[in-house]
């Protein structure tokens, strides 16, 4: 079972609004991420959690926030956005040995 | 710094027929991972097919096949027996092994017609 779930599936929220998304995974994989992905676009890193340390943040502007309480699940907390900030956003995992990345089927987030 | 090209940003392929989607890569690691992924309308990136740059066989899923060219650098993945379904936006990406990084090419958007 290679499963990643994101949560919420769509979420649309003000320039002042502080909200989340959610990221859960039950594989034992010990690598999480967050990427953007624009339109037409390929998806950008943005964090890397391994053994539930940060440890890639690829210069992401600190209105965003990652956390990773557990093995299982990664936050990524949202606070005085852009509309440019207007992606979707993807959630994928990874165990070290099989090194092969699983994504969720993604955050749709719309700043307004 | 790696490197993934992909050079056709659109093909289409009638229902049934075989096409091939390019890709080329630039690496100076020894030891790495070559992936397609498929993001269908739906937005959810999908692992279609892998290979491990040590193995000389060329990996194969189903109706999925890559053709691997280390030397030449060139991982392309031919889909057989095309389906309506398989209509999407194709990456090709790398990951090395001493990394986390998945380095993505810019995609080709795949489209069938019955």
């Known amino acids: 079972d290679t499963e990643v779930t994101q949560t919420p599936k769509h979420l649309v929220m003000g320039m002042t609004n502080k909200k989340s998304l959610k990221c859960e995974q039950h594989?034992?994989?010990?690598?999480m991420y967050w990427y953007k992905q624009k339109a037409k676009k390929p998806p950008e890193l943005m964090f890397v959690y391994s053994y539930e340390k940060l440890s890639i943040n690829e210069s992401v502007p600190s209105r965003f926030s990652p956390e990773c309480p557990n093995s299982s699940l990664l936050n990524l907390h949202l606070h005085a956005l852009q509309p440019e900030d207007s992606a979707l956003y993807l959630c994928a995992s990874s165990q070290q040995e099989r090194n092969t990345i699983y994504f969720g089927e993604g955050s749709w987030l719309t700043v307004v | 710094a790696q490197t993934v090209t992909q050079s056709q940003p659109e093909m289409s392929v009638q229902e049934a027929e075989t096409v091939t989607l390019s890709c080329t890569y630039d690496t100076s690691e020894s030891d790495y991972y070559l992936f397609w992924y498929k993001q269908p309308p739906s937005r959810q990136m999908i692992l279609v097919i892998r290979q491990e740059a040590y193995k000389q066989q060329n990996a194969t899923e189903n109706r999925f096949s890559v053709n691997f060219q280390k030397a030449a650098k060139s991982f392309s993945l031919k889909i057989s027996d095309s389906q309506l379904g398989d209509a999407a936006m194709y990456f090709c990406a790398l990951r090395s092994y001493n990394t986390d990084k998945l380095i993505f090419g810019t995609g080709t958007r795949l489209q069938v017609f019955p």
């Open positions: 594989m034992g994989h010990r690598a």
